[in-house]
């Protein structure tokens, strides 16, 4: 069952905050959040492993409630290298992820 | 340098024949995925393996096979009962479980006419 995130799609102002949701129906063991620009391959930006803590990435950072089976991204003072779609990899430890739909976002100067 | 390669960047083929996707590692993991994206849509497992001889399906299976004789290497085959094959193929792989970044490859883009 892929996971949902939300919002779909996010425009922000160079400086701006953002938060992007991704919600499982399974109890979780990770979630991983990558980045993908246009045509190109996904890029790692963090994991968040069951009973660990908040992960951070200079001004992105995540979180990952367990008990809700839910994570969130933060981008914070978004920059335009920031744009891209988002997406959330959840993993029920079966050893494989299951990706959301993604959420794209634009920063615009 | 450590990383993943699929080739070719683009592949055109014609309806009804078999194409193989290459995909290699060499950052020694001991996984390997293929997904496949669709314009404007997240990434769908199509098979995965952990070792080397033994792989399992994903959610979108029907019409793919795969193989992984050697660790570095795990062709995706898009045989002909695939119904609707044009797509964005993405190889990745990963140390053992969901606990390890996975890396991708640069993708293939396969368009079938």
Known sequence: QQPVQSPQAVILREGEDAVINCSSSKALYSVHWYRQKHGEAPVFLMILLKGGEQKGHEKISASFNEKKQQSSLYLTASQLSYSGTYFCGTDPNDYKLSFGAGTTVTVRA | ?113
């Open chain 2, 1 to 113: 340098d450590g990383g993943i390669t699929q080739s070719p960047k683009y592949l055109f083929r014609k309806e009804g024949q078999n194409v193989t996707l290459s995909c290699e590692q060499n950052l020694n993991h001991d996984a390997m995925y293929w997904y496949r994206q669709d314009p404007g849509q997240g990434l769908r497992l199509i098979y995965y393996s952990q070792i080397v001889n033994d792989f399992q399906k994903g959610d979108i299976a029907e019409g793919y096979s795969v193989s992984r004789e050697k660790k570095e290497s795990f062709p995706l085959t898009v045989t002909s009962a695939q119904k609707n094959p044009t797509a964005f193929y993405l190889c990745a792989s990963s140390g053992w479980d969901g606990s390890y970044e996975q890396y991708f490859g640069p993708g293939t883009r396969l368009t079938v006419t």
